[in-house]
């Protein structure tokens, strides 16, 4: 094998591959993050970080609980405040969206997950700036709320870099180097770099860099928008205001700023093809024309529950992308075609509250083989040579699918799989 | 009453923009292209004029490619109520857009003309000045406020002294400035009626205007990329550095 550079290659320098390579570096791995602009440029400089920890299994809860520890161990050790513990709340305006919160905070209970009921009247006390009279139900989780996405970043880095992790900015990986039917390090633009094992964490871009090793990779990048409101005396939008997820209207809110975010899940999303993008495309210069249809869709759909927001109101629109994959579950670990090279991606808008854990689960298959978590729904391949998943075709149709239901579909043991 | 929007198609200015090899322009094939944001400012402004209550119909009017459609239609999604598209493949000098214009407005005869204070892309900040001349008409330039009486516009100005309060009598040519208002999305109605807006393509032969260039562009050069940074660890350290560097 050739001259070794680190034990650990990782491309991609979002949340994704920096929790790994910093999970791997407390483990005593030598890792080096290659990544094609700056680190967290790419979705995770464009993502909101809504944290719900409450999932439709006990594996994902699970998953984002154990997070959440890991988190307040990065803000201890880096002095960053990154989760901002606002709480979050469901709400339901029609029979089919209240049965989803009823089953969910039956599961929630069941597990010990602190979820209540809430009265329209407790809602509307705890959210005075949102409307609530067509409300049927709603659900409070004191103890979600979001991950800041910067401080995140900022955390993993100065932790890492404490651990001896490098960072390679401005240096795009062009090939996978693979001797003896093994990946044994990258080809860079700034030349090759060699390690026991690679990790593709390359975001919307990792379906390419599976590619350059003869794999498919089905993830799609699909397009999402959020806005922020400009802070206006007339309406108190508190810092620890809770967090809204309304899947009716496919929109989901936090406070930012004095301001608020609202960003959604459309049935119909942008689709990007990441390879017809410029060389230097940098997904923080995206900017949303001013009768985009997207934003023009989303502006409609906050006013639904928001009616103070219009085209009128002052606003920063972030566009963005993300990876979707099909059934909006992450790829965590090797194909069985190339032993070495491993895939941490499709992340399905959910990367920045799922970096912390995903990151230790890496490190445990990367340097043992193995994790005490269930990978059951996040294996890298679970849809492996599988018909319908082998052309980018019918990839990118399946995963387009999923992320238009993604607040489409009704959750839950009761629900018949319908779009209210 | 009839409001006439000038705009200039210009690249996005916060994109990473590099020079041609001959140095008299900028690589613009990959780049994406907006209605200049001061021009988009005096757009919102003529729309929140209509929706205070004057009767008012909008026009906005572009110079260039085929290509400019897509951004007048985002205009009439934005709110104006026809747009016109001037043909014109010539990179054109202010004096010269001045100058169609005023062809354009004597043809149209609007009371009020909007339009930003300058491109972003060249800054000249030429045209509003040049068309007032020409037309003969007052101008008030700057504008962070704008205000319709009878026959007149009372315009608070943005000058290095403070703000300026003038009135003009109409018609007249209003340039805008970045605090005057801003621009809105476009709703999804007005999306679905900017379609069916229409466009008038005119060439610019139809308008009998001999183009006379006044200004030839020699060079360009880029800003330096180089930075020096430094780390400081106190705001103490942070004075020290800058009263070293200041001159």
């Known amino acids: 094998m050739s001259q070794k550079t680190a034990d650990v290659l990782i491309i991609g320098g979002g949340v994704a591959g920096l929790s790994t390579a910093l999970q791997l570096a407390r483990r005593g791995k030598r890792v080096i993050v290659v990544e094609r602009g700056q680190l967290g440029?790419?979705?995770?400089?464009?993502?909101?970080?809504l944290l719900g920890q409450l999932r439709g299994t006990a594996a994902s809860t699970r998953m984002l609980m154990d997070g959440v520890e890991t988190v307040r161990e990065l803000e201890k050790e880096t002095g960053e405040e990154i989760f901002v513990q606002t709480g979050s709340l469901r709400v339901a305006a029609t029979p089919a969206r209240t049965q989803e919160i009823v089953d969910l905070v039956g599961m929630g209970k069941?597990?010990?997950?602190?979820?209540?009921?809430?009265?329209?009247?407790?809602?509307?006390?705890?959210?005075?700036?949102?409307?609530?009279?067509?409300?049927?139900?709603?659900?409070y989780c004191p103890t979600d709320g979001h991950l800041q996405p910067a401080e995140l970043v900022a955390s993993y880095v100065k932790w890492g870099r404490k651990l001896g992790v490098q960072y390679q900015t401005q240096n795009p990986v062009e090939r996978i180097l693979i001797e003896g039917g093994r990946a044994v390090g990258v080809q860079t633009a700034s030349g090759p770099l060699?390690?026991?094992?690679?990790?593709?964490?390359?975001?919307?871009?990792?379906?390419?860099?599976?590619?350059?090793?003869?794999?498919?990779?089905?993830?799609?990048?699909?397009?999402?928008?959020?806005?922020?409101?400009?802070?206006?005396?007339?309406?108190?939008?508190?810092?620890?205001?809770?967090?809204?997820?309304?899947?009716?209207?496919?929109?989901?809110?936090?406070?930012?700023?004095g301001g608020l975010i609202v960003g959604m899940y459309e049935a119909e999303p942008e689709q990007y093809t990441m390879e017809n993008l410029p060389a230097d495309f940098d997904m923080a210069l995206m900017k949303a024309a001013r009768d985009d249809i997207h934003v023009a869709m989303l502006i409609y759909c906050a006013q639904q529950r928001f009616p103070w927001i219009d085209e009128r109101t002052p606003m920063t629109v972030t566009t963005g992308i993300m990876t979707f994959s099909p059934d909006g579950k992450a790829f965590c670990g090797a194909f069985p075609n190339l032993p070495g090279f491993f895939h941490c991606s499709g992340f399905s808008g959910h990367g920045i509250v799922q970096s912390p854990t995903i990151g230790v689960i890496m490190a445990d298959l990367v340097s043992e083989g193995k994790t005490d978590y269930d990978l059951s729904e996040i294996e890298a391949d679970r849809f492996f040579e599988q018909p319908g998943y082998l052309a980018r075709d019918e990839i990118r149709n399946r995963c387009f699918e999923m992320a238009g239901n993604y607040y489409g579909r009704v959750e839950g043991k009761t629900a018949s799989g319908k779009a209210s | 009453?009839?409001?006439?929007?000038?705009?200039?198609?210009?690249?996005?200015?916060?994109?990473?923009?590099?020079?041609?090899?001959?140095?008299?322009?900028?690589?613009?094939?990959?780049?994406?292209?907006?209605?200049?944001?001061?021009?988009?400012?005096?757009?919102?402004?003529a729309i929140r004029l209509r929706e205070t209550g004057c009767d008012a119909e909008i026009l906005i009017v572009g110079i260039g490619s085929a290509d400019y459609e897509e951004q007048l239609r985002s205009g009439l999604a934005m709110g104006a109520d026809r747009a016109i598209l001037v043909h014109c493949e010539e990179s054109l000098d202010p004096w010269n857009v001045a100058r169609i214009l005023q062809v354009l407005v004597l043809r149209e005869g609007p009371d009020l003309v909007l339009m930003g204070k300058q491109a972003v892309d060249d800054d000249a900040s030429q045209v509003g000045p040049f068309l007032a001349a020409l037309l003969d008409w007052p101008q008030a330039t700057f504008a962070s406020k704008v205000e319709l009486s009878e026959d007149a516009v009372r315009v608070d100005r943005e000058t290095d002294q403070g703000i300026e309060t003038i009135e003009v009598t109409r018609p007249?040519?209003?340039?805008?400035?970045?605090?005057?208002?801003?621009?809105?999305?476009a709703s999804l109605p007005s999306i679905l009626k900017a379609r069916k807006k229409p466009i008038e393509q005119l060439q610019l032969e139809a308008l009998e205007i001999t183009l006379e260039p006044r200004i030839k562009i020699i060079g360009?050069?880029?800003?330096?990329?180089?930075?020096t940074c430094r780390r400081v660890d106190s705001v103490e350290q942070l004075v020290e550095a800058l009263v070293e560097v200041l001159p």
């Open chain 2, 220 to 227: 360009l050069e880029a800003p330096s990329q180089s930075r």
């Open chain 1, 194 to 257: 060699y390690a026991d094992a690679v990790v593709n964490a390359g975001g919307p871009w990792s379906y390419l860099i599976a590619e350059m090793a003869e794999s498919v990779l089905p993830t799609a990048a699909i397009g999402h928008v959020y806005l922020t409101t400009r802070p206006d005396d007339a309406i108190t939008i508190d810092r620890l205001s809770p967090g809204v997820r309304d899947r009716g209207n496919r929109i989901y809110s936090r406070p930012e700023a």
């Open chain 1, 110 to 139: 069941a597990i010990n997950f602190d979820i209540q009921h809430l009265s329209r009247e407790e809602v509307n006390e705890k959210l005075p700036y949102m409307k609530t009279d067509d409300l049927l139900d709603a659900c």
């Open chain 2, 172 to 185: 007249a040519v209003i340039t805008t400035d970045l605090r005057l208002n801003e621009p809105r999305y």
């Open chain 1, 41 to 49: 440029s790419g979705s995770t400089g464009r993502a909101a970080g």
């Open chain 2, 1 to 45: 009453m009839k409001i006439l929007v000038p705009t200039k198609r210009v690249p996005d200015t916060d994109q990473r923009i590099t020079l041609r090899e001959d140095g008299r322009g900028i690589n613009d094939d990959q780049l994406p292209f907006v209605i200049n944001p001061f021009d988009a400012i005096a757009l919102e402004e």
